[in-house]
């Protein structure tokens, strides 16, 4: 917004506008195979949740089909679901984890 001072020099206000980044979700997908003390560990170690948290969403899972693990930025959430991936086929296990845009 151009204004003037005293010396009639022009002066401009800056602004700088922010965004935030679009959020994702990242889901774990349930499957018959994956053990729930393997579950819970993943939510515990790699989304930061309780021991208490980590049993409630991966029974959620477990019966449900499909919840959210955490929500983050892009690069976050796609490197929680590389990590995870990696972790569970090291271990021989099926479980399924993907990263969806919120909104
Ligand atoms: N259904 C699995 C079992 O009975 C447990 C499980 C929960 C697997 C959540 C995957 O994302 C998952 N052992």
Not at 19 to 39: A, G, I, S
Not at 43 to 62: G, N, P, S, W
Request: no cysteine; proline share 5%.
């Amino acid at each position: 917004r151009p204004d003037t001072d005293r010396a009639g020099h022009t002066q401009t206000l800056e602004r700088t506008e922010t965004r935030k980044p679009r959020l994702w979700r990242v889901l774990l997908l349930n499957d018959d195979y994956t053990p729930m003390d393997f579950v819970v560990l993943v939510l515990e170690r790699y989304f930061r949740k309780t021991e208490q948290d980590a049993e409630l969403i991966m029974l959620a899972v477990h019966h449900k089909g499909q919840g959210v693990a955490g929500v983050y930025t892009r690069d976050i959430a796609e490197t929680k679901v590389a990590q995870v991936t990696q972790l569970a086929r090291q271990e021989g296990y099926p479980l399924r984890v993907l990263a969806e845009p919120e909104g």
